[in-house]
């Protein structure tokens, strides 16, 4: 998410629809706008007949320009629950650059109480907008997905597109019917250009449809170039005519020889497409995979396995959960209560807007889920010393109108939220709380379709006919699947496959505190240099400690002391309540948080190490140098790991983009930012250092 997004400009006629300010257009028909979109979008790419021939755990994907009040897309949700297999999912992916601010969104939805029912649901999830980027919101326990896309509409499906190269942009999930909708081309002449037409036939396959209400010759033209075959239909209401078109054809994206052949590459290198089995020269793929069975194994029953096997049995999957523990959550993921939120920052910069995406989806995930795993009882990060005040007064830019995402209070205010006194002001998370790890877990794999498999400690991962075996340590196999994720943090590099990821495990401590006369009166989270929640049956969890090349897993007095002393400045009067406490007598609990250098998630297809060594070897000379081939990762094994200290916050986007990569979706995540969680990003980096 990047740079500064404005919200669309309203003017409402005397029948109270909505009109643009800024373009001089209506958003919809003002003869009967769900009609329309019911003639023009649904009936134009023959959905009722489509959805009815699905089958079950069939994906059927939508794209749209032009989100505006979100009509079409409930209108789409609406055809599907009336047509479409129970176990079919809906992705619906839409562009739109001038969003609604969320009262005009609902002012707009109240003309059709026909969808109140959906629109709540809308309206309840809505996000809030501090820059460009992907929301992924999720409805029905995954049966409806909207992806909302906060962009000009060329530059947002671009991002959709597996790379920039040429050969190999038409690698990502494709669109089964495209709803291009939008201001009128006499309007807005921006938005229809041939870049995004480009980005449309590249998204598209055999068979991808179209509508369109315009049939300016802008679009026809447009439609044309992205290898559509158009045909004029008649309109909706006084409108003479309309477009319907059809992909016949993969669209291929002409390139010169002589780029290709440039010693100084001007595309970049395309180590991040996996390559398939069949494969041996770069050129566009043509036909669809054969898809696998829905199978899968997952090595971890910590954070990133159980929301990674919960985003898979969601789409369809069969999943079997390997936990070498006999309950979940023990290791890193532990701790009684975990605290929701990520660093924010001023900087557009990759982990910052990773932080703001993975936060932003949690919130979400965690919404309808918190009476079983914790509290919403907010998050107060305090600027406790100068360095933060700096920060927190740099936020204030980006961040002023991100209310209820974040909200900036005074030291008065934030002592009325905290219901203890406080000396300083700070940044407020009021949807965020504290959430029991095992309570989430166990919650998370209550599916019919996950299996677990405790005390089972998996060993070793082989592939064999077309299978990947976790085995334990006598050889004995514990589970087979055609697709594996390896999940357990810092032990992943007891497989050979990932042994020489760059993990590296910091030891942390928490404290438990007894709820004393001024503690008990703690209503919210507070954050400094550590942090503590309001208490659970008693007790406060406070910490944590940072251990640098330190392995003793045993609470130590010392770290209790370090813990106490972070409570100190931020809560002087409460501390008073532990003033007697005699350190070795307190309890408290020791894990290790796996990271990596850039303290960033590694999440995606596990890369064949020596395989890319070879391929890729050019680039310890020349980092731009012209290596059209794909990169080389394991047949259908993956991994989800390195969250650090930001379980709760990554996790769950992190096991979305996961599930996307592995079911072929629509990623949840612009593909830079993507691409920047790779596990193989490493390994490039060390060819171009010439490692």
Not at 130 to 150: A, E, K, Q
Not at 531 to 549: S, V
Not at 557 to 579: I, M, S, Y
Not at 610 to 621: I, V
């Amino acid at each position: 998410m990047t740079d500064t997004i404005h919200h669309a400009q309203l003017e409402w006629d005397e029948e109270g629809q909505p009109l643009s300010s800024t373009f001089g257009d209506v958003y919809f028909s003002r003869a009967n706008g769900l009609e329309e979109t019911r003639h023009v979008f649904l009936h134009h790419n023959q959905l009722t007949e489509r959805w009815q021939q699905l089958t079950a755990g069939d994906h059927f994907t939508i794209a749209e320009t032009g989100f505006g009040s979100g009509l079409n897309f409930l209108a789409a949700w609406e055809l599907w629950l009336q047509t479409a297999p129970t176990t079919a999912q809906l992705h619906f992916v839409t562009v739109e650059k001038f969003p609604l601010a969320k009262p005009d969104l609902q002012r707009a939805l109240s003309l059709w109480p026909e969808l109140t029912e959906l629109s709540t649901q809308l309206l309840a999830a809505y996000p809030v907008f501090v820059g460009t980027g992907i929301h992924r919101l999720r409805f029905m326990d995954g049966r409806i997905t909207l992806s909302l896309i906060i962009n000009d509409a060329a530059v947002g499906f671009q991002q959709l597109l597996a790379t920039s190269h040429p050969l190999f942009a038409n690698r990502c999930a494709k669109i089964d019917a495209w709803f291009l909708d939008g201001f009128a081309p006499s309007k807005n002449p921006q938005m229809w250009s041939d870049e995004l037409f480009t980005a449309i036939g590249q998204l598209s396959k055999p068979g991808t449809t179209a509508a369109t209400f315009s049939a300016a010759g802008i679009v026809k033209q447009g439609l044309k170039l992205a290898g559509f075959s158009i045909q004029k239909v008649p309109g909706f209401g006084r409108k003479r005519e309309m477009v319907k078109a059809i992909q016949h054809e993969p669209f291929v994206l002409p390139v010169s020889d002589l780029a290709l052949a440039r010693s100084y590459s001007p595309f970049p290198v395309p180590w991040t497409i996996v390559e398939t089995l069949t494969e041996t020269i770069p050129e566009a793929i043509t036909e669809e995979q054969t898809p696998l069975p829905k199978t899968a194994l997952i090595i971890g029953g910590g954070l990133a396995g159980c929301t990674s096997a919960r985003a898979l049995a969601e789409r369809g999957w069969q999943v079997t959960l390997i936990e070498r523990h006999a309950q979940l959550a023990q290791e890193a993921s532990g701790n009684p209560q975990g605290v929701l939120y990520a660093k924010l920052s001023h900087k557009q910069e990759t982990q910052a807007e990773f932080n703001l995406s993975a936060l932003q989806f949690a919130l979400g995930f965690y919404q309808p889920r918190w009476t079983q795993i914790g509290a919403q009882c907010g998050v107060l990060q305090l600027a406790h010393s100068e360095a933060e005040q700096q920060l927190q007064q740099q936020l204030r830019e980006r961040f002023a109108q991100a209310s209820p995402l974040a909200e900036f209070v005074g030291a008065e205010q934030a002592s009325v939220i905290a219901g203890v006194p406080l000396q300083h002001a700070g940044l407020y998370f009021p949807q965020a709380g504290w959430i029991n790890p095992r309570r989430l877990c166990e919650s998370l794999v209550d599916h019919i379709a996950i299996r677990i498999l405790n005390q089972s400690e998996a060993m070793d991962l082989t592939r064999g006919e077309n299978l990947w075996q976790a085995r334990d340590a006598q050889g004995e196999l514990i589970a087979q699947a055609p697709v594996a994720v390896i999940a357990n943090a810092r032990d992943a590099k007891q497989f050979s496959y990932t042994s020489a990821l760059p993990l590296k495990a910091i030891r942390g401590q928490v404290t438990y505190l007894p709820q004393g006369k001024k503690s008990q009166a703690l209503k919210t989270v507070i954050c400094s240099e550590g942090y503590i929640a309001p208490a659970e049956q008693g007790m406060h969890c406070t910490g944590a400690t940072f251990n640098l090349n330190d392995d003793e897993r045993v609470p130590r007095a010392v770290d209790h002391q370090t813990n106490l002393d972070n409570l100190r400045v931020p809560l002087a009067d409460v501390c008073d309540d532990w003033q007697d406490l005699t350190l070795n007598e307190l309890q408290g609990r020791v894990a290790f948080r796996c990271t990596v250098p850039d303290y960033l998630p590694l999440v995606g297809p596990v890369a064949d190490d020596q395989a890319m060594r070879e391929r890729f070897a050019p680039l310890r000379k020349n980092a731009r140098a012209p290596v059209h081939l794909p990169g080389c990762y394991h047949q259908s094994l993956f991994i989800n790991i390195g969250h650090g200290s930001r379980g709760l916050a990554y996790t769950p986007l992190c096991a979305e983009l996961l599930a996307a990569q592995i079911n072929n979706e629509v990623l949840p995540l612009p593909r830079e930012l993507a691409n920047a969680l790779n596990p193989a990003r490493f390994l490039i980096r060390d060819l171009i250092k010439n490692r």
